[in-house]
């Protein structure tokens, strides 16, 4: 049992209400709500990086590298770069241009229609599109799976091929795509790669990622007094400095502030949020979709 107060209606978390029931109050009773979604989100509506998934796409590189995972396998440092595109671009049409669309995320976003919310994502598949999300509401921190960048970094911008992905694919052979195919910077001449930020390098940060950002900062500038919900859903310790640290900062410097962490993993809290913290632990596709319903 917990009883929630600080600013917030007194709600007795147990067999009278339901998880559900609780993210539904909680998201009526809050002036802005801010969502970060990480990976547990996409698994959870189906799009997992592990098991049968990732096993049926890869056979031929499961085989040879003995991966264990998408995730593993997408930062490998690959035999070359025919290899590479060969792995990135099955692994692009699986997790962007041809994933389905995610029933969690569809419950989500009818979560909060016509709400003051903002979404911070550290998710580089299609989800919020194929959601029909308002994309104006989304920052993609992580980058996306669509795009390219250098490989070299030299410069501030980011390109796509949806066909030439669809042509690697289809004219792959022996793990290797035609070297004809490789993609190459029109600036410098070095091999493009996904758009994906790494430990070495970061991440090729166009004007399109400003303007998310921009938006971001400002939704939290403008609402940061405000009875506000940081909402964390599939977030993990992959990353922790961009969703799950800064959520958890910006609840302790608001006294009106509730974390509230859907997760089956119980991670821990710092003890200073503890008192403004909330717990759902629940399958999260069955709780946004009974909560959405």
């Known amino acids: ?7 917030w209606k007194t709600l007795t978390v147990g067999a009278s209400l339901s998880q559900a029931d609780l993210l539904n109050q909680l998201i009526e009773e809050a002036e802005a709500i801010v969502i970060g979604i990480g990976a547990g989100m996409s698994a959870a509506t189906g799009f997992t990086y592990v098991g049968k998934r990732f096993t049926d796409a890869f056979p031929d590189f499961v085989a040879k590298y003995r991966l264990f995972d998408m995730l593993q396998a997408s930062l490998f440092d690959f035999e070359d770069e025919q290899e590479y595109w060969a792995f990135q671009s099955r692994f692009s049409l699986l997790n962007f241009f041809d994933q389905p669309v995610g029933e969690a995320y569809v419950d989500l976003r009818r979560l909060v ?25 989304v920052f ?17 911008q980011t390109y796509h091929d949806e066909a030439l ?24 001449g070095a091999s493009l790669e996904v758009n994906k930020r790494n430990e070495e390098k ?4 166009d004007g399109h990622f400003h303007e998310q950002k921009d938006r971001y ?9 405000k009875k506000v919900l940081f909402l964390e859903i599939g977030v993990g310790h992959t990353t922790p400095q961009f969703i799950k640290q800064p959520f958890q900062q910006m609840t302790d410097g608001n006294e009106k502030a509730l974390y509230v962490t ?19 632990d629940e399958d999260i596709a069955e709780v946004l979709h009974d909560a959405s319903n």
């Not at 921190?141 to 501030?156: A, D, R, T």
């Not at 970061?202 to 940060?205: A, I, K, L, N, S």
């Not at 900062?217 to 007094?225: T, V």
């Not at 859907?262 to 759902?280: G, L």
């Open 1 to 7: 049992m917990q009883q929630l107060e600080n600013h």
């Open 262 to 280: 859907m997760n089956q993993k119980d991670y821990f809290i710092p003890h200073a949020v503890r008192p403004q913290t909330v717990r759902i």
């Open 202 to 205: 970061g991440m090729v940060e």
């Open 217 to 225: 900062e400002s939704f939290l500038k403008d609402n940061k007094d």
């Open 165 to 188: 992905i669809r042509q690697m694919v289809n004219e792959q052979s022996d793990m290797k795509v035609p070297a004809s195919l490789v993609p190459h910077c029109p600036k410098c």
């Open 140 to 156: 993609r921190i992580q980058g996306e799976y669509g795009l390219w960048q250098c490989s070299e970094h030299c410069h501030q």
């Open 113 to 137: 229609i016509g709400k003051n919310y903002h979404v911070i994502t550290t998710n580089a598949d299609n989800a919020f599109y194929a959601a029909e999300f308002d994309m104006d509401k």
